[in-house]
């Protein structure tokens, strides 16, 4: 896994933002170019379960 040990952890730390938002990218097979774009968000909200709103595939969603 990623970022298990307290070395790694550290090392992750003490990147640039602009640098941890590529490994993250790396990661999750996001295109890596260190903007913390559309994509990128939306990944992080799922990996963190984010209470956000989110898309649904049509039939899924609530009908008003």
Known sequence: AYGDSLADNARIKRLTAQEQVRWYQSLRGLAVDGIAGA????QINNDLKADVPRLVTSGQGERG
Request: glycine fraction near 0%.
């Open 39 to 42: 994509m990128t968000v939306i």
